[in-house]
T-cell receptor
């Protein structure tokens, strides 16, 4: 089955610096790659996603890049702020029998933005 | 919040007892999912549903069963709870058939003593 590896597991940056989180996936059939942010005790919230026909997508301070050949994708956060502190999960998706899609998640990155 | 609720939000139970968790959605979405979240494992798919009475297993389905007798409710049952099933359980829905995007419910924290 699909395997998603995520690095680093913890990341500490100074406010205003950039943060980069990287993920690799194993199944070349995966075609959708979302990123979720999860604050302590809360549900995962989708922050950005990318599909396999696109190499890069940007939304204000966050961007995601995808390299299908190398099977890796990355989350970039610029001008980090204290409210960016959270756990970030990457995921890779493929189509399930009967429709719908299965998300395989990475193990998460704890991002801490220090003042 | 995509109209998803989960109940109960917290539950403590004893080993060997049956437990049912409920996921309720108000917007007629076809696809629903149950995940569990454990430290060091991210979220893992337990079961999913692609319509009323249409369900299938995910990657960690042992010890769990599901039912979907109406569109709005997706039930997850632990027939005989074990301590290894202590976890946070999230339900998710897929907003549109043409979209891969999944949105999560608020979660249920289950502790099996």
């Amino acid at each position: 089955g699909e395997n998603v590896e995520q690095h680093p597991s913890t990341l500490s940056v100074q406010e205003g610096d950039s943060a980069v989180i990287k993920c690799t996936y194993s199944d070349s059939a995966s075609n959708y790659f979302p990123w979720y942010k999860q604050e302590l005790g809360k549900r995962p919230q989708l922050i950005i996603d990318i599909r396999s026909n696109v190499g890069e997508k940007k939304d204000q301070r966050i961007a995601v890049t995808l390299n299908k050949t190398a099977k890796h994708f990355s989350l970039h956060i610029t001008e980090t702020q204290p409210e960016d502190s959270a756990v970030y999960f990457c995921a890779a998706s493929f189509i399930l029998t009967g429709g719908g899609n299965k998300l395989t998640f990475g193990t998460g990155t704890q991002l801490k933005v220090e003042l | 919040d995509a109209g998803i609720t989960q109940s109960p939000r917290h539950k403590v139970t004893e080993t060997g007892t049956p437990v049912t968790l409920r996921c309720h959605q108000t917007e007629n979405h076809r696809y629903m999912y149950w995940y569990r979240q454990d430290p060091g494992h991210g979220l893992r798919l337990i079961h999913y549903s692609y319509g009323v009475k249409d369900t299938d297993k995910g990657e960690v389905s042992d010890g769990y069963s599901v039912s979907r007798s109406k569109t709005e409710d997706f039930l997850l049952t632990l027939e005989s709870a074990t301590s290894s099933q202590t976890s946070v359980y999230f339900c998710a829905i897929q907003l549109r058939e043409s979209s891969d995007t999944q949105y999560f419910g608020p979660g249920t924290r289950l502790t099996v003593l």
